[in-house]
């Protein structure tokens, strides 16, 4: 059974950056698109960026664009998030996460995610 394990959070001051990395055990995903959300305290899990199985789509939250980039090793089984320019509103525990079908592009809605990480923090101070 695949497992997601994110890593790569901690806290960083505003403007500087982090790079959150999503690997896969128990089994390749490298026909899987990936999606990242965040979710603060008391608040919903939002869509951060998203990518297909093969790096040629990507999509982001307009409040991420020109600031974060997600990519994707398929060699190494690992997908990544470069944050830079971090704000404290960037602030939120941070989840990386599959879709049932492979080839399948999840896209921005949580509900198309099926196996999700269990996430790491990222906390920008100001």
């Known amino acids: 059974q695949v497992q997601l394990v994110e890593s790569g959070g901690g806290l960083v001051q505003s403007g500087g950056s982090l790079r959150l990395s999503c690997a896969a055990s128990g089994r390749s995903f490298s026909n899987y698109g990936l999606g990242w959300f965040r979710q603060a305290p008391g608040k919903e899990r939002n869509f951060v960026a998203a990518i297909n199985w093969n790096g040629g789509r990507t999509d982001y939250a307009d409040s991420v664009k020109g600031r974060f980039t997600i990519s994707r090793d398929n060699a190494k089984n690992t997908v990544y998030l470069q944050m830079n320019s971090l704000k404290p509103e960037d602030t939120a525990a941070y989840y990386c996460?599959?879709?049932?079908?492979?080839?399948?592009?999840?896209?921005?809605?949580?509900?198309?995610?099926?196996?999700w990480g269990q996430g790491t923090q990222v906390t920008v101070s100001s």
């Open positions: 996460a599959i879709p049932r079908r492979t080839y399948y592009y999840g896209g921005v809605s949580s509900n198309e995610y099926a196996l």
